[in-house]
């Protein structure tokens, strides 16, 4: 992409953050954000003259139509989102919330933009439920029983896929909507377990699985996630449709995830056992022909290349005792 004026909602979150470092050389990028996370200031893009920072709430509708209106976006990325098991637990009206009235703020004031060309809306591979073995985009959701606090996540994703077709069916609005599967990668912050892992064995200590891990998932290295990305911003055969992004082939147990970065970074780390805390999905693995077939994507980083990539920019920016740990990481 290049010329192009990219509005992201969530911008200084994970995957948002990278996805401006993506386009920052090229483009005009606007990150609208409550910085309830940051990872945008270890990006190294905050100085460049491209970027514009806006500090503002998705459920403040005003103020995130005054920031559209200012900065008149050729294209929308909305991932601003609550996530996170221990936080949608711990918060699940600020989940629904936040979920639910965040993107239908940013649809309605996407309404008063003519000149946008796309508007892309994160939603979650826990709209399958607890088992989800190569689902495609056509496979029925299922979501958990009313009132387990692990569904209030993917209930308010699900209906936020709804509106966002509903838009462009009702409206013409050019949307597309991605289901990421299990992301991860530099920079990272939250709660996944592929950092806690890393973060626990680089500092030798024990990686701490919730059940028996035999919980089944497929995992997605962030540039693959950054190239789907740029291919739904960009690709005609992409608007009014939804997606999964995944890696179907980066497939492992949890106890197997914990074991394989134990052995990749050459971690003195023992695996321990905990209970559940909530419901979990026990399997998920994707159908990402769809992604191929309308956008060239394909998935191409392992976990074997992946999780060295991840310990390494942990590596230099946390501090342990490296007495027991090796200086360089080997696949």
């Given at each position: 992409?290049?010329?192009?004026?990219?509005?992201?909602?969530?911008?200084?979150?994970?995957?948002?953050?990278?996805?401006?470092?993506?386009?920052?050389?090229?483009?005009r990028v606007a990150v609208f954000d409550n910085f309830s996370r940051d990872a945008l200031s270890s990006s190294g893009i905050l100085s460049n003259p491209n970027l514009q920072v806006v500090s503002g709430d998705v459920c403040d509708h005003g103020a995130l139509a005054a920031a559209m209106a200012e900065f008149a976006p050729t294209h929308v990325v909305h991932s601003a989102a609550i996530a996170g098991i221990d936080t949608v637990v711990e918060k699940p009206v600020n989940t629904l919330s936040v979920n639910l009235i965040g993107t239908a703020n940013l649809l309605s004031a996407a309404l008063d933009h003519p000149q946008l060309r796309r508007a892309v809306i994160f939603s979650t591979s826990e709209?399958?439920?607890?088992?989800?073995?190569?689902?495609?985009?056509?496979?029925?959701?299922?979501?958990?029983?009313?009132?387990?606090a692990r569904w209030l996540y993917a209930v308010s994703k699900l209906a936020s896929e709804h509106l966002a077709i509903a838009y462009h069916r009702q409206h013409g609005m050019p949307t597309v909507v991605l289901r990421p599967f299990n992301v991860y990668g530099p920079g990272q912050i939250g709660e996944s377990a592929m950092?806690?892992?890393?973060?626990?064995?680089?500092?030798?200590?024990?990686?701490?699985?919730?059940?028996?891990?035999?919980?089944?998932?497929?995992?997605?290295?962030?540039?693959?996630?950054?190239?789907?990305?740029?291919?739904?911003?960009?690709?005609?055969?992409?608007?009014?449709?939804?997606?999964?992004?995944?890696?179907?082939?980066?497939?492992?147990?949890?106890?197997?995830?914990?074991?394989?970065?134990?052995?990749?970074?050459?971690?003195?780390?023992?695996?321990?056992?905990?209970?559940r805390l909530s419901a979990d999905v026990e399997l998920r693995v994707p159908n990402a022909n769809k992604a191929r077939e309308h956008l060239g994507f394909e998935a191409k980083v392992d976990l074997e290349e992946g999780i060295p990539r991840t310990a390494e920019f942990y590596r230099e920016r946390l501090e342990w005792d490296t007495a027991s740990i090796p200086s360089r990481l080997d696949a």
């Open positions: 992409m290049k010329d192009a004026r990219v509005f992201i909602t969530g911008g200084s979150g994970f995957v948002g953050s990278r996805l401006a470092m993506s386009l920052i050389a090229d483009n709209v399958f439920g607890q088992y989800a073995f190569a689902n495609s985009e056509e496979s029925s959701t299922s979501i958990g029983a009313a009132g387990e950092v806690k892992f890393i973060h626990q064995a680089l500092r030798g200590r024990p990686l701490e699985i919730h059940g028996d891990g035999t919980q089944i998932r497929a995992w997605c290295y962030v540039d693959d996630m950054i190239r789907a990305l740029l291919a739904a911003l960009e690709h005609p055969r992409a608007v009014g449709e939804t997606f999964n992004i995944g890696n179907p082939r980066a497939v492992t147990t949890i106890y197997g995830l914990a074991s394989t970065v134990v052995r990749l970074l050459r971690s003195p780390s023992e695996i321990a056992f905990a209970p």
